[in-house]
């Protein structure tokens, strides 16, 4: 297939992310501007760091007068789980990609793309679907926060905050077709949000920041998965 | 102001050098099979933990996140495709928070 019919593919496939994408992304332009960040901060935000919550967290902080240092590190922190899945994406794009190709990819690895392109059923991912999906996210992210900040004002209440389940809905719409077919993937999800809910709920452990909990649970899930199904998830 | 700007090129970097390193060069090693079968295992449990417990709190209040969750979880067990779930999640939602 050529280019150009696979990019159209992968921003077909990304609509999704794009309906969950809008309504965040203009809550995020309302709220920055709320914290009289400046508008082409908040844009740079969204266009450079490209990852909702450390931009959420990021504002915050900034109007709170939190020391540069520690945004950069909560940052880091946050969007540390990029890094497996970076890892686990580098195994599924197609063979033969140019490391210059991979690097433009890789910017756009965020809970929801990676999630979206690790979950079709192709073995190898041509990177160029890869890259109608990363383009339409970023599109999507990045006019909500212009329309955000333009505007001022979002969406009705109620409606705003309604859709602040999308990206959790298609969380679900991509993992339990996957949890219904396979037993190893079953387990292992159903470890991931058993440790992550102890991690969240037991007072011993408040102290962790949500950027580590995440980590933990998806690492525990995949080792336990190791461990039990050592042949993996079957075709 | 300058501060502010040297600030978001650092988080930029922080943020995208994690995202880079694996992707480039973990691209053609040959891992060890383990290795290769836990990352194989990382989406499928990235996506339990970024599900829950933080659907519960996505809406701002439960009930409506409840509502949301489980007409996503019927429709996706019922094989719609990913955008229908997505609608019928916010409509679920939507719905129950207009009635409460």
């Known amino acids: 297939m050529n280019k150009g019919t696979e990019f159209k593919k992968g921003m077909k496939a990304a609509i999704p992310i794009g309906l969950g994408y809008v309504p965040i992304a ?18 740079m935000l969204s266009m450079l760091v490209y990852a909702g919550a450390s931009q959420f967290a990021g504002v915050n902080m900034m109007a709170l007068g939190v020391t540069a ?3 950069v590190i909560a940052t880091f922190i946050l969007n540390f789980r990029h890094f497996l899945m970076s890892a686990s994406l580098s195994q ?21 793309t990676f999630s979206l392109a690790s979950m079709r059923e192709e073995k190898k991912l041509n990177p160029y679907f890869l890259l109608g999906i990363n383009t339409l996210a970023f599109l999507s992210w990045n006019a909500g926060t212009w ?17 602040g389940i999308a990206i959790y809905c298609m969380f679900i719409g991509l993992l339990l077709p996957s949890m219904k077919k396979s037993r ?27 950027g580590l909990t995440i980590i ?8 336990i998965g190791t461990i039990f199904f050592p042949e993996g998830v079957e075709d | 102001m300058t501060n502010l700007y040297i600030l978001v090129i650092l988080m930029a970097l922080v943020t995208y050098i994690p ?15 383990l290795l290769k079968v836990f990352l194989q295992f990382i989406p499928y449990s990235a996506l339990g933990a970024l599900i829950f417990p933080g659907i519960l709190t996505s809406t701002g209040d439960i009930y409506s996140a409840l509502a949301g969750g489980i007409m996503a979880v019927i429709l996706s067990l019922a094989k719609a495709n990913v955008m229908i779930v997505v609608v019928g999640g916010i409509l679920g939602a939507y719905i129950v928070m207009m009635l409460t």
């Open chain 1, 26 to 43: 203009i809550a995020f332009g309302i709220l920055s501007k709320a914290s009289d960040i400046p508008n082409t901060i908040s844009i």
């Open chain 2, 19 to 33: 995202r880079l390193l694996p992707m480039v060069f973990l691209k053609d090693m040959k891992l060890p099979p």
């Open chain 1, 147 to 163: 329309l955000g900040l333009l505007l001022g004002t979002a969406l009705p209440d109620a409606l705003q905050n309604s859709m």
């Open chain 1, 92 to 112: 599924r794009v197609d063979e033969g990609t140019s490391k210059r190709f991979l690097s433009l990819l890789s910017f756009g690895i965020t809970d929801e």
């Open chain 1, 184 to 210: 190893p993937v079953l387990v292992v999800a159903a470890m991931s949000m058993a440790i992550h809910a102890l991690l969240k709920w037991i007072p011993m452990f408040a102290e962790i920041s949500s």
């Open chain 1, 216 to 223: 933990i649970a998806t690492i525990g899930g995949a080792a």
């Open chain 1, 69 to 71: 240092m520690e945004i």
